[in-house]
């Protein structure tokens, strides 16, 4: 009987409790923010260095989808934008040889314009010159709106290559948070589809405790406060951790059936989030007891 009275008031980190004293003031069940990472293109998994279980830090290279055809797709489309650009060469050149006749043409006018006024040139030739002027100026214009057709099927291509740059670089997969890889659903040389799950990532290193609690202790608790959280070392004892509640809902709800709360016969509980620290023991979904500091 000794031994069993020293049990109980010894001081330890890993406590046990009687039947006579409640260890907790509210229970719950561990979760993370997990994020599924979906494939961005489609193709063939040629490279996919993952494992369940794996750290990863943010922005980490983990895999690559195949890209020949996409590649394939853009040399082609820069091999039209090149006809493309060989066209409005051409035209630009064709623009320069009109100005230049148009130039002549200038000359020519004033020429006969000026024989005109001293008697030298009949009416016929001076509108003759005006009108092969006006013609060419015409044509100059007529051809100056290729180029405006020619530029805007340039920026239809330019389009569809930044379109074919931006597919090849989602290719690369990319891990998005630092995190453990939780789930793993392709393995290399798979074929992956665009928004087809690769795997579920989360962090770990502080993880999330889901909490409800009644009315009555909603008073007793605050965004920031410190309380110990207690999970099963084994039958009798727990092992201790510290954690800091950061989000208490504002509104009520009925008390989940996986969740005894401190009242069980309380139906409208709040949920309560606590952030804990974590050593590498707990879990997502492990059952977790808190005391209020």
Same mark, same amino acid.
């Given at each position: ?5 020293? &049990?109980?008031?010894? $001081? ?10 409640? %260890? ?44 020949? $055809? ?26 320069? %040889? ?8 200038? %000359? ?14 009949? #009416?016929?030739?001076?509108?003759? &010159? ?50 453990? %890889? ?42 920031? #406060? ?21 989000? &208490? ?6 008390? $989940?059936?996986?969740? #005894? ?22 879990? &997502? ?9």
């Amino acid at each position: 009987m000794k031994a069993k009275i020293l &049990i109980c008031v010894l $001081p330890v980190l890993l406590v046990a409790c009687n039947g006579n004293e409640k %260890v907790s003031d509210a229970s719950g069940n561990f979760e993370a923010k997990e994020i599924i990472v979906s494939a961005e293109a489609q193709g063939k998994l040629l490279e996919f260095n993952i494992e369940e279980g794996d750290k990863l830090s943010k922005d980490l290279v983990v895999g690559y989808i195949d890209t020949v $055809p996409l590649s394939i797709q853009k040399e082609q489309l820069q091999a039209q934008k090149e006809v493309v650009k060989t066209k409005l060469v051409n035209v630009k050149a064709q623009i320069e %040889v009109q100005e230049e006749q148009k130039d002549n043409l200038e %000359v020519e006018k004033n020429r006969i314009n000026n024989l005109y006024k001293d008697n030298a040139a009949t #009416q016929k030739q001076l509108d003759e &010159i005006e009108g092969n002027y006006s013609v060419l100026e015409k044509q100059i214009a007529t051809t100056k709106t290729q180029i405006s057709f020619i530029s805007k099927e340039m920026d239809v291509y330019n389009k569809q290559i930044k379109l074919i740059d931006d597919k090849i670089s989602r290719a690369k997969i990319t891990n998005p948070i630092n995190g453990t %890889v939780l789930e793993k659903y392709l393995e290399e040389s798979e074929i992956a589809i665009i928004g087809k799950a690769l795997y579920k990532i989360a962090y770990l290193d502080e993880i999330e405790l889901r909490i409800y609690v009644s009315g009555a202790q909603l008073s007793t608790i605050q965004i920031g #406060q410190k309380v110990r959280v207690l999970i099963d070392k084994d039958e009798e004892l727990y092992k201790e951790y510290q954690g800091e509640i950061f989000w &208490i809902s504002d509104q009520t709800e009925f008390t $989940p059936k996986i969740i #005894q709360t401190k009242e069980e016969r309380v139906n409208m509980v709040y949920a309560v989030k606590i952030k804990v620290k974590n050593d590498g023991k707990l879990k &997502i979904g492990m059952p977790a007891e808190v005391k209020f500091i």
